[in-house]
């Protein structure tokens, strides 16, 4: 009797242990491939921007959040590009206030900040608008969206530009130069990926 109440007490352990082996195998397989779908969800969205490494690089860490969104694509690019100008903005600022700048460093320095804040407060308000749009204002939103990140887009490359020719301190023109085109195209990818949920919802 002892035997067979042991015998049915491994039975049952085993038999609970392969559906156990089970479950978690398929929960594992569908974990696999929805993460699979995702990053090819990503590459595909990314091949459609002007700068499809970046776009990768700076975007791939977020994938299991965005999943196969375009919206959350699009969001999740504005808030990168945002995070990336609010950092260059700071050092800038920063640097502003370094002994010994020309005074067309010190100008650039200033019409930059200045770009760079106008840039900061239109992806802000971008990245409001599209998570307050219902479907019915879809169109206008969008719209509204890639006007200003546009104009973010500009104001960029004006700073960008401001640091071109001669007569600039070599790292420094090095310096915010590179932060400054990193930042123009984020926000180009984003506004890449913005046309792309605009083309895709509509």
Request: with cysteine; net charge neutral.
């Amino acid at each position: 009797m002892a035997f067979s109440s042991s015998s049915h007490f491994v039975t049952s352990f085993l038999l609970a242990l392969l559906i156990s082996c089970y479950i978690f195998s398929s929960t594992s397989a569908a974990r696999d491939l929805a993460q699979k779908t995702n990053n090819e969800f990503m590459k595909t969205s990314c091949s459609a921007t002007t700068y499809p490494k970046l776009c990768l690089t700076s975007l791939s860490r977020h994938s299991s959040e965005i999943q196969t969104s375009p919206k959350l694509m699009a969001s999740t690019a504005l808030t990168v590009t945002l995070a990336s100008a609010k950092s260059t903005s700071t050092m800038m600022s920063k640097l502003s206030q370094s002994h010994g700048m020309k005074p067309r460093e010190v100008g650039a320095m200033r019409d930059c900040i200045e770009e760079l804040s106008d840039s900061v407060d239109v992806i802000q308000r971008s990245i409001a608008e599209m998570g307050n749009f219902t479907s019915s204002d879809f169109q206008l939103m969008i719209s509204d969206v890639q006007t200003w990140v546009s104009a973010a887009l500009t104001d960029e490359t004006t700073c960008s530009d401001g640091f071109g020719g001669n007569g600039m301190n070599g790292n420094l023109k090095t310096v915010v130069r590179g932060r400054v085109v990193n930042i123009a195209q984020l926000t180009s990818n984003a506004l890449a990926l913005i046309n792309r949920y605009a083309s895709v919802h509509g």
